[in-house]
Nanobody
Framework: QVQLIQSGEGSVQAGGSLSLSCTAS????????MGWFRRTSRKEREFVAA????????LYEDRVKGRSRISRDNAKKTLYLQVSTLRPEDTAVYYC????????????????WGQGTQVTVSS
């Protein structure tokens, strides 16, 4: 069983940046595809970014592409997300997730989830 514990900022000014971390315990982190999702006020769970086990391959949702970076440190069993040039519409609860697949953009293909981090972007 994989457990994911998230940490990072909660309130950020528009135009600023955020950094989130997600540390895994249990399982073999280096075998897992990892992703970030967010749940907005519309209650939809949106894909944000994904990374394969090696860290060499990444995917980004169009609205964050170019201003986000997903990365991982397999030695530290930690996943990271950095988002810059934040906008009010980036306000959401952000979740990290792990999949036994290589990686995925579909939330229902992730088996393990972090506890969520509320990020509020104020203008």
């Amino acid at each position: 069983q994989v457990q994911l514990i998230q940490s990072g900022e909660g309130s950020v000014q528009a135009g600023g940046s955020l950094s989130l971390s997600c540390t895994a315990s249990g399982g073999t982190f280096s075998n897992l595809g990892m992703g970030w999702f967010r749940r907005t006020s519309r209650k939809e769970r949106e894909f944000v970014a994904a990374i394969d086990w090696s860290g060499d391959n990444t995917l980004y949702e169009d609205r964050v592409k170019g201003r986000s970076r997903i990365s991982r440190d397999n030695a530290k069993k930690t996943l990271y997300l950095q988002v810059s040039t934040l906008r009010p519409e980036d306000t959401a609860v952000y979740y990290c997730a792990a999949t036994t697949r290589t990686m995925s953009v579909f939330y229902n293909e992730y088996e393990f989830w972090g506890q969520g981090t509320q990020v509020t972007v104020s203008s």
